[in-house]
């Protein structure tokens, strides 16, 4: 008798063997390189830095350069 991914012999003795996965194609394309979506990430990802660096600023009244001279 054969289940999902064993056989059960003649005394009730289930052997499980590995249940191959499904192969598939990923349709999306390649994510590298200059593609719009890694620019949109980029611009994203500057844009919070930007804003990080003048809050660190307003907060503390030296920038980083005066942060990293402190230390």
């Known amino acids: 008798m054969r289940t999902n991914g064993g ?3 003649d005394q009730g ?3 499980n063997f590995a249940v191959e996965p499904k192969v ?10 200059f593609t719009p979506y ?15 660096l003048i809050a660190l ?8 350069f005066g942060l990293l001279a402190n230390l």
Do not use: K, P
């Open 13 to 15: 003795l289930m052997n």
């Open 57 to 64: 600023e307003v907060a503390t009244g030296h920038g980083m």
């Open 24 to 33: 598939y194609v990923d349709e999306q394309g390649d994510r590298t390189g």
């Open 7 to 9: 056989i059960i012999d």
């Open 38 to 52: 890694a620019e949109l990430l980029n611009g994203r990802l500057a844009m919070i830095g930007f804003v990080s």
